[in-house]
């Protein structure tokens, strides 16, 4: 297993400031990420690009130049505000695959081979609908993929917080990615996400322990909330998970996503025992 951080909490952090233009945002939030990775003796980091579309023109070269003189290992978050590929809306469902598409690009002159994606949010009020969600979420992906058609890349889907009515426990995320039907699509594991669900860790790495490639350790107190606090904070069982992750060999990416970047150091310190 490889530790490492997402730029999450230092986006916030900039976000949190007065505003300038968003990609000055982002450029200098993506620079103190990598700062902290590189202080810190951690070997990855996952940059959260968010929106890729900012990141154009000589911005794009800016972004891309910055990233590239780090020597360490890099992996993508996708966007995911406003994103949703599984949307009953195809003209939004299509904006989302590009969006992906145009990230995906990114992550070539990055050198980051795993992008993790979301679903969207699927129906909340006519559960019904939802079946056609997973419907459109399929056609989403295959474009994605087939698109890109690389054999290089891993592409993971993230499971949800109950609140996108998608890629929930172990069960929905089984019927999703039947729905889905591809072999060369792999996931992201949230533990938050998967608590908000009541989700069996057991179960779920016992079914997709070959497939997960990717994992995104969330603290949570709530199963109504994702507030990504400090890890150790709250109520996920962290040995748990771990146990499992050694019971089926896992050597993957560890991502530590935080909503402040002040919890970081700490956060690291907590999870190193596990390790």
């Known amino acids: 297993m490889i530790l490492g951080i997402s730029s999450l909490g230092h986006l916030i952090e900039f976000a949190s400031r007065k505003f300038q233009d968003y990609f000055t945002i982002v450029f200098n939030a993506t ?95 006519m559960q019904s609908m939802r079946n056609y969600n997973k419907k459109q979420l399929s056609k989403a992906i295959t474009k994605i993929l087939q698109t890109i058609n690389d054999s290089n890349f891993t592409l993971c889907l993230e499971n949800m917080p109950q609140t996108a009515h998608i890629m929930l426990d172990q069960d929905d995320i089984k019927d999703t990615l039947t729905f889905i039907n591809r072999n060369d699509l792999f996931i992201t594991f949230d533990t938050s996400h998967f608590y908000t669900n009541r989700g069996n860790v057991g179960i779920l790495w016992e079914r997709f322990h070959d497939i997960i490639k990717n994992v995104h350790l969330v603290e949570n107190f709530s199963r109504k909330s994702d507030t990504h606090p400090m890890l150790g904070s709250g109520k996920i069982q962290f040995s748990k998970i771990f146990q499992e992750m050694k019971n089926f060999s896992y050597n993957g990416p560890l991502i530590i996503e935080l909503a402040s970047s002040d919890d970081l150091l700490q956060s690291v310190d907590f999870i190193s025992k596990f390790l």
């Open 31 to 125: 620079e103190k990420c990598l700062n902290f990775v590189e202080e810190h003796d951690l070997n990855l980091v996952e940059l959260v690009i968010e929106p890729e579309s900012i990141i154009v023109d000589g911005n794009k070269w800016k972004f891309i130049d910055l990233v590239n003189s780090y020597s360490f290992q890099k992996q993508v978050h996708g966007p995911f505000i406003d994103i949703s590929l599984c949307s009953h809306n195809d003209t939004i469902s299509q904006a989302s695959i590009e969006a992906y598409i145009n990230t995906y690009h990114i992550c070539k002159e990055i050198n980051a081979n795993i992008m993790t994606i979301h679903p969207g949010i699927a129906n909340s009020t």
